[in-house]
């Protein structure tokens, strides 16, 4: 069995193993979470046709609509888990797009959520968003964010993509 996970998330944002962003599963017409049989050849490949027919009628719709930073920030600010994570990438996204006091907020909120989960890993995101919020209050932010983008391309393999997109 196999089912199909659709999510978005931006590369200046994020470490590229952190994935917080919100998203959906592949559902059934019934509205039931999506799962595939997949034990045999010929399952396999009537499932993956199924899926494929599934993605496009409700992926590729959410795609479209997340596809700009107003989209994404539309869909992000309404789903996901308000976590630590969350709130710095709403702040990266707001960062982006010139949002300067809505992301001071939330890397403010990341910073006080990261500090109480306590965990050693979320030092480096505290410093990480304080490193944001200095460069928002300094107007370095896009270049800071520029610097991630370019970081976070390498492992996630897209570094060619990302030098075509910028021609």
Not at 26 to 41: F, I, M, Q
Not at 51 to 59: D, K, P, V
Not at 117 to 127: F, L, N, T
Not at 133 to 161: C, F, G, S, Y
Request: positive net charge; contains cysteine.
């Amino acid at each position: 069995m196999f089912c199909v996970n659709v999510a978005a998330m931006t590369i200046f944002g994020n470490e590229f193993t952190v994935l917080s962003s919100p998203g959906f599963r592949l559902k059934k017409n019934d509205g039931r979470e999506a799962w595939w049989p997949s034990l045999t050849r010929d399952a396999a490949e009537m499932s993956v046709i199924e899926a494929r027919a599934t993605a496009e009628r409700q992926a590729l719709p959410w795609f479209s609509r997340v596809s700009s930073l107003p989209g994404f920030l539309e869909f992000t600010s309404s789903n996901g888990s308000h976590d630590h994570h969350h709130f710095f990438q709403m702040g990266a996204i707001r960062a982006r797009l010139g949002q300067t006091e809505a992301a001071l907020n939330d890397l403010s909120r990341a910073v006080e959520l990261y500090r109480h989960d306590g965990r050693p890993w979320c030092a480096s995101y505290v410093a990480k968003a304080e490193r944001l919020m200095d460069a928002l209050r300094t107007d370095q932010a896009q270049e800071l964010l520029r610097q991630w983008r370019v970081a976070n391309a390498k492992p996630l393999r897209i570094a060619k993509l990302l030098k075509q997109m910028e021609c």
